[in-house]
């Protein structure tokens, strides 16, 4: 409950209310691959194939050979996340601005839930991702050492440079991966710094940076950069910057945002504001995925 609602009745001047700074949408959303039906029961799986390779054949009339192809899975567990709050039916009664509450709060609560969302993908980045065996037995596995970009390449203790994308960029190369699939990157304003101040970058030879002039990163080296405050640090307290293609992680979703306002009895009609998602990711492809180490001291 909004037990510091009094700080809002009438004898404020104003008649309207003032959203304070957050991140509103989910900026990472749009980045990975989204299930295209909704995920029913408590599990689902995202299946995978792996790489074959062509056999010759140097004999005439042989038999036909089978070459066995390579199926695993990745297993994603739903999480619910809800929200809820009341507004008092006294205080609606001494508010200058009680009409716009119901709206406002579930506003707010939808803007949690976007950043909710860039904190799954976040987290299937840098985690454990599930895999399945025959059995339905699990097990945990981290990403790859091989995907992992230390904090002193291009200087020890170093920030985000150009070093470490030529890396990124080289490690998902080495891959194979389709080059036609979307590229991101997830750093934040730390790092936009950093590269601002890489020399190549600023160089008008070497300049790709979209809208560089505008104070903003838009594709470099292929990648298209997202700036997000929530990305997570290591055990060096070094920020885990990401770079990946789309289909590296791979988003679920039981339920999309719902809101629900209305009053609830055993709060003495009070209004109950209230908002839920169901929903979790995990990474599916390692190799498209690359967490680099950015100092920001």
């Known amino acids: ?38 995920l029913q029961g408590k599990a689902g799986y995202f299946d995978r194939i792996g790489a074959v390779e062509a056999q010759e054949n140097t004999s005439r009339h042989s038999d036909t050979p089978i070459n066995p192809t390579p199926h695993s899975r990745r297993r994603i567990i739903l999480r619910d996340f809800d929200w809820f709050d009341l507004i008092d039916k006294k ?55 091989s995907q992992l970009v230390g904090v002193d390449i291009g200087g020890a203790g170093s920030g985000l440079n150009l070093e470490k994308l030529l890396q990124a960029k080289e490690r ?6 389709d080059e036609d699939e979307e590229r991101f990157a997830a ?23 979209k ?10 080296m292929g990648f298209k950069f997202k700036r997000t405050e929530r990305l997570t640090v290591d055990g060096n307290g ?8 789309k289909n590296a ?20 009609n009070s209004t109950q504001v209230g908002v839920d998602f169901s929903m979790d990711a995990t990474r599916v492809e390692d190799e498209k995925m690359v967490v680099v180490a950015a100092r920001e001291s």
């Open 1 to 38: 409950m909004s037990f510091s609602i009094p700080i809002a009745f009438a004898q404020k001047f104003r008649d309207d209310v003032i959203m304070l700074s957050q991140q509103r949408e989910s900026r990472l959303e749009m980045c990975v691959r989204d299930d295209p039906d909704n």
């Open 91 to 145: 205080d609606m009664r001494r508010l200058l601005i009680a009409g716009q509450l119901p709206a406002r709060y579930t506003e707010n609560a939808v803007w949690a839930m976007n950043r909710k969302k860039d904190d799954l993908i976040i987290a299937a980045a840098v985690g454990p991702a599930y895999s399945m065996d025959e059995d339905d037995g699990a097990t945990a596995i981290p990403l790859p050492s």
């Open 172 to 177: 998902i190369d080495g891959s194979d991966v």
């Open 187 to 209: 750093v934040s304003a730390k790092q936009v710094t950093n590269l601002f101040n890489t020399t190549e970058i600023k160089s008008a030879d070497f300049n790709t940076v």
């Open 211 to 220: 809208a560089l002039a505008e104070g903003k990163i838009d594709t470099f």
């Open 238 to 245: 070094d920020r885990q910057c990401l770079f990946w293609a």
């Open 249 to 268: 992680i791979g988003l679920a979703k039981g339920q999309e945002i719902e809101s629900d306002i209305g009053p609830r009895r055993d709060k003495r």
